[in-house]
């Protein structure tokens, strides 16, 4: 028994999954995509209201062996609506239905930040449930608060949780963070940046049974001065002995 391969078909058919539904935001440009196999190769055409798209100022058309792309200038609102993908060869024809719709960027990120231990920052960053269009990551951006502007910020890609702990920071230094959230639109806008201090190292002392924190500097400026003051006290003893040996 003689089976054909499923990737050499007489007719079109379709690849899975099929994009039914596309978004996007007046200004921007939207991706709509048809793929499908055949022998013969296909021939993808696009249509808008049962006329047949090419490329223009709003249409740019691009197409390989098993797929093509339309993609749409959103100029107005005008442009969202139905389109249709045709697919044929010689033994055949299939179309499909992709929808534009507008859609929206995600709101900006509420989070918050703090520092437990010296030279890290802790990000917890509220989520946003949106079934049709989720939210795909968030971008997480620091930098020093001296420096003049964000080109030069540092950043990560966070795709899973809602928190994510910086290593590796100057000590005692204060940062600024500000976070954006991207969905199949678009990117948010950016945060509101929030400025938080990162700890320096810290020398714990007990006095009268309670625990009493200070900064390493602190503690280590007062051992100094204490150390300088036994000194002092050491050579004046001596002193006194040695000028009343000789009276």
């Not at 231990?117 to 990000?123: C, F, K, M, Y």
């Not at 230094?173 to 190292?201: C, F, H, P, W």
Request: hydrophobic residues 40%; negative net charge; contains cysteine.
């Amino acid at each position: 028994m003689y089976y054909r391969s499923a990737f050499f078909t007489d007719r079109p058919i379709w690849h899975s999954p099929h994009m039914e539904l596309a978004h996007g935001v007046i200004g921007s440009s939207a991706n709509l995509t048809c793929a499908a196999h055949s022998q013969p190769p296909p021939v993808f055409e696009w249509f808008r209201e049962m006329v047949l798209l090419g490329n223009s100022k709003l249409y740019r058309i691009m197409n390989q062996k098993w797929k093509s792309m339309l993609q749409v200038k959103i100029k107005d609102a005008s442009v969202f609506g139905d389109y249709h993908c045709l697919v044929s060869n010689s033994m055949g024809k299939v179309k499909r239905k992709i929808t534009l719709v507008e859609g929206v960027v995600p709101a900006s990120p509420e989070f918050t930040v703090w520092s437990d231990e010296p030279g890290i920052l802790i990000i917890k960053f509220e989520t946003e449930s949106n079934a049709l269009l989720p939210v795909l990551e968030y971008r997480i951006e620091w930098k020093l608060t001296t420096d003049s502007d964000w080109h030069q910020a540092r950043y990560h890609q966070a795709s899973e949780g809602n928190e994510f702990v910086i290593h590796g920071l100057s000590f005692e230094s204060d940062y600024s963070i500000r976070i954006a959230a991207r969905n199949i639109v678009g990117y948010s806008n950016y945060s509101e940046e929030m400025v938080q201090r990162t700890k320096g190292l810290i020398a714990e002392t007990v006095v009268d049974g309670s625990s009493v924190s200070s900064s390493f500097s602190s503690a280590l400026s007062s051992t100094l001065q204490a150390d300088s003051f036994q000194h002092c006290v050491a050579f004046l003893v001596l002193y006194i002995i040695i000028v009343s040996e000789y009276r």
